[in-house]
């Protein structure tokens, strides 16, 4: 079954990181700024993930819970902390969040458990290349 994730995490003065899975193909941006590409203009990468390892993307992703998260996370203590965007539509399931300086779970601008597993997810999909 084919889904589509999209997913980016930035803070005001760098790095930039962008996933998409889209039609079973990767694409990724990395950037040492803040440097974010349209999700459709996303480049391909060159290694692209086998359907074994797709499939336990969208297991560790389902796991999660991702569409019961909250649309909204907000720190209000650091408006400009870290900031970051999921989309997801997969398996009849669909959900939009994002967040800036507080993650779910967590009101504070540490990771919760549940995002470092889904950072865990996207680097292992991605080869163990550099996300979040």
């Known amino acids: 079954m084919t889904g589509e994730f999209y997913i980016c995490v930035h803070s005001q003065f760098g790095p930039t990181y962008q996933f998409r899975l889209f039609e079973n193909q990767i694409c990724y941006h990395f950037s040492t700024l803040n440097d974010r590409l349209p999700k459709d203009s ?42 970051w965007e999921v989309c997801m539509k997969y398996n009849g399931k669909s ?33 163990w290349m550099p996300f979040g």
Do not use: C, M
Not at 45 to 64: D, G, H, R
Not at 112 to 124: G, K, M, V, W
């Open 95 to 127: 959900q939009i969040s994002n967040g800036i300086a507080a993650f779910p779970g967590s009101p504070h601008p540490a990771y919760s458990q549940d995002f470092i597993h889904l950072i865990n997810a996207i680097r292992e999909i991605l080869n």
């Open 42 to 83: 996303l480049p391909s990468l060159e290694y692209q993930p086998n359907e074994k390892e797709i499939e336990a993307f969208w297991t560790a992703v389902e796991s999660l819970n991702i569409e019961t998260w909250e649309k909204e996370y907000h720190n209000p203590d650091i408006p400009k902390g870290p900031q």
